[in-house]
């Protein structure tokens, strides 16, 4: 046994827990899950039902944690986990899976799937059989601080032109500052105007916050590729340069897995409580409304409907604020079929987007977004996650569907009151 495969198999020996145990006790093999499972409704496979993904580690708890396994395996029977079962797992457990979570809905005995292929992941990373990809943008979050390879020098360059643009100055390494804001590369380098939006909302809501020149980066390639180590070390930067400068609240920004991994797993990969509290933006914005600190003026002409990133509405339970800040700005908001907690994937998160192998499929899953879409008759999608936005954007166009796919916090910002109505209004 090679010395890698050896390390993938103790640690998915590690992830096999009480909750793992019973999750492979209680599946009643039903199937349930594959309907609710875009990479299995729209390509018929039937090894992409979501339970199947998580074969390696079935086997190693069936293996060596069940009475029937332990005999079975004295005979050499039953299914061994090996480099070339890993190899061949790959396309299951990364390419066809996005953690969205939906299969976990739906699971009649309360199984959590998507845990569960995120723990497989980490015995596939650690044995070595994880996407090129997806090892690419984990060395480059370790090594530079962001999978993209974005540097502060880069960030820096986006912020000058912000603030000659607005004529805000945004405010950096503030200490005391009462929110410290994280962006995602793709923000910094596909959606600067996010920067923009902040900068104008904040100033209008008379809120202090800053950025770290220390810790800027929200998303975390640890929780994607399945390296728990990896993920609590881009937590801990996060925490580290939080708590030099006291903020009260760190912002996740328009990005899904980030909010995911900073707010939901952040405490349990750094072992300790935080300090401070981790807010996704959509909540910040929406405290604003209710504080009566988020002035709006005027309604979109166009009709919009609401695309809910996976980790922000269904794992993360924001799910009422964008459609509480969007009611300030759109008489005609048209839901999607299975909106709010069931909504289907982009079919992008999870690692996919940065899995070049899985592009074809991505694609092609991304007729269930379209079927949603042609559902409804709407003039722009609006989101909260600068992935969803770009797969969309990609999806729309490879089905000839010219639908805009625009941000919900920079929409907010383009209805902001201007000076002169403050002071109308004062
Ligand atoms: S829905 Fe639950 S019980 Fe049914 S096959 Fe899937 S994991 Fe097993
Ligand atoms: S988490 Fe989402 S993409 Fe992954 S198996 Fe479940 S339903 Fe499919």
């Avoid at 492979?24 to 992409?48: D, K, M, N, Q, W």
């Avoid at 299969?103 to 090129?132: F, L, Q, S, W, Y």
């Avoid at 990005?255 to 509290?277: D, Q, S, T």
Wanted: aromatic fraction near 6%.
């Amino acid at each position: 046994m090679s010395a890698s495969l050896e390390k993938g198999i103790n640690v998915l020996r590690e992830q096999v827990d009480a909750s793992v145990a019973s999750f492979f006790s209680s599946c009643v093999h039903c199937g349930i899950c594959a309907e609710a499972c875009l990479f299995y409704t729209e390509t018929g496979a039937p090894e992409r039902t979501p339970i199947n993904k998580t074969e390696p580690l079935r086997r190693i708890w069936f293996n060596e944690y069940t009475f029937l396994g332990r005999i079975l395996s004295l005979f050499g029977i039953g299914g061994k986990v090996t480099d070339d079962m890993l190899e061949q797992s790959q396309t299951l457990v990364y390419d066809s899976c996005t953690l969205c979570g939906r299969c976990t809905m739906v699971c009649p005995v309360g199984n959590d799937i998507a845990a569960m292929i995120r723990k497989t992941r980490e015995g596939m990373a650690a044995a070595g059989h994880a996407p090129e990809g997806l090892i690419g943008a984990t060395t480059r979050a370790v090594t530079i601080g962001s999978p993209m390879g974005v540097k502060l020098p880069a960030l820096l360059a986006q912020i000058k032109h912000v603030e000659k643009d607005t004529g805000l100055t945004i405010p950096l390494d503030v200490e005391g500052a009462e929110y410290m804001l994280l962006l995602s590369s793709m923000e910094i380098m596909n959606f600067p105007e996010f920067i923009e939006a902040i900068a104008r909302i904040f100033a209008k809501a008379g809120a202090s916050w800053t950025i770290s020149t220390e810790a800027f980066e929200a998303t975390n390639s640890g929780i994607q590729i399945g390296a728990s180590d990896i993920a609590a070390e881009l937590v801990q930067r996060i925490v580290d340069a939080a708590e030099k400068l006291r903020v009260k609240t760190v912002i996740s920004p328009e990005c899904g897995h980030a909010y995911m991994a900073i707010r939901w797993e952040g405490p349990n990969l750094v072992g300790k409580p935080f300090g401070f509290k981790v807010r996704h933006v959509l909540e910040v914005l929406d405290e604003f409304r209710r504080q009566g600190r988020l002035k709006l003026s005027g309604k979109e002409e166009q009709t919009l409907t609401y695309h809910d990133p996976c980790q922000i509405s269904r794992r993360g339970g924001v799910i009422d604020e964008p459609r509480q800040l969007l009611g300030m700005i759109a008489d005609d908001l048209v839901e999607m079929p299975d909106s709010g907690k069931m909504n289907w994937c982009c079919g992008a998160g999870g690692g996919v987007s940065s899995n070049e192998r899985a592009d074809e499929l991505r694609l092609q899953v991304f007729k269930r977004k379209k079927a949603q879409l042609d559902a409804i008759n709407v003039d722009a999608i609006v989101s909260a996650c600068s992935n969803c936005r770009i797969h969309l954007e990609d999806g729309l166009e490879e089905y000839s569907m010219e639908i805009p796919v625009i941000s919900l916090t920079e929409t907010i910002a383009e209805h902001l009151v201007d000076d002169e109505e403050t002071e109308a209004t004062a």
